[in-house]
T-cell receptor
Framework: GQQVMQIPQYQHVQEGEDFTTYCNSS?????IQWYKQRPGGHPVFLIQ?????EVKKQKRLTFQFGEAKKNSSLHITATQTTDVGTYFC??????????FGTGTRLLVSP | DAGVIQSPRHEVTEMGQEVTLRCKPI?????LFWYRQTMMRGLELLIY????????DSGMPEDRFSAKMPNASFSTLKIQPSEPRDSAVYFC????????????????FGPGTRLTVT
């Protein structure tokens, strides 16, 4: 079954509001990757985190990897309509292949 | 580079028919992955190849599914016979890297094939 869960499944925000999606694994992850999939599109790589407690920023996006390497989060500050899409985390649960999370669908209203 | 290329982009077929999906990975990438995406099950890894050799097919749902990679620039995913529950978007992705760190390499996804089985 699915080992990497994300919450919330769906969030609708007004443009300018912040957004956070959380990724939780039942097992320790050796790394975490984040992907974005626009409506009707394909997943596109955003970033990778490897170290416990690691924090990385890409403009308005902040990515964190938990101290226990079982969870991660993606925070978007001041959302824009271009942020619309589904955000997936993906991690290696110990079998040298990525397991994708359930995804969080973000809708941004102008 | 043109990125990962998949064909067809859309396929509508009747139950019982054979379906073949095609993928051309990014030149120089030695790993190729086939994924299936549905609302119910999310993004699932079906099989992946390294240097044209199938490494892990544990995600292939059943014997009706088969995948081949005859050379470094071409792979197929075949469903025979197809069933309505096979309706999904099928993605091909490619990456490069060392096997022990495979999950640490960015995967490049193709545009996908939307399959509808009626």
């Amino acid at each position: 079954g699915q080992q990497v869960m994300q919450i919330p499944q769906y969030q609708h925000v007004q443009e300018g509001e912040d957004f956070t999606t959380y990724c939780n694994s039942s097992t320790t992850l050796s790394n975490i990757q984040w992907y974005k999939q626009r409506p009707g599109g394909h997943p596109v790589f955003l970033i990778q985190l490897v170290k416990s407690g690691e924090v990385k920023k890409q403009k308005r996006l902040t990515f964190q990897f938990g101290e226990a390497k079982k969870n991660s989060s993606l925070h978007i500050t001041a959302t824009q309509t271009t942020d619309v899409g589904t955000y997936f985390c993906a991690g290696d649960t110990g079998f040298q292949k990525l397991v994708f999370g359930t995804g969080t669908r973000l809708l941004v209203s102008p | 580079d043109a990125g990962v290329i998949q064909s067809p982009r859309h396929e509508v077929t009747e139950m019982g028919q054979e379906v073949t999906l095609r993928c051309k990975p990014i030149s120089g990438h030695d790993y190729l992955f086939w994924y299936r995406q549905t609302m119910m099950r999310g993004l699932e890894l079906l099989i992946y190849f390294n240097n044209n050799v199938p490494i892990d097919d544990s995600g292939m749902p059943e014997d009706r599914f088969s995948a081949k990679m005859p050379n470094a620039s071409f792979s197929t995913l075949k469903i025979q016979p197809s069933e309505p529950r096979d309706s999904a978007v099928y993605f091909c992705a490619s990456s490069s890297g060392q096997v022990q760190w495979l999950a640490r390499y960015e995967q490049y996804f193709g545009p996908g094939t939307r399959l509808t089985v009626t």
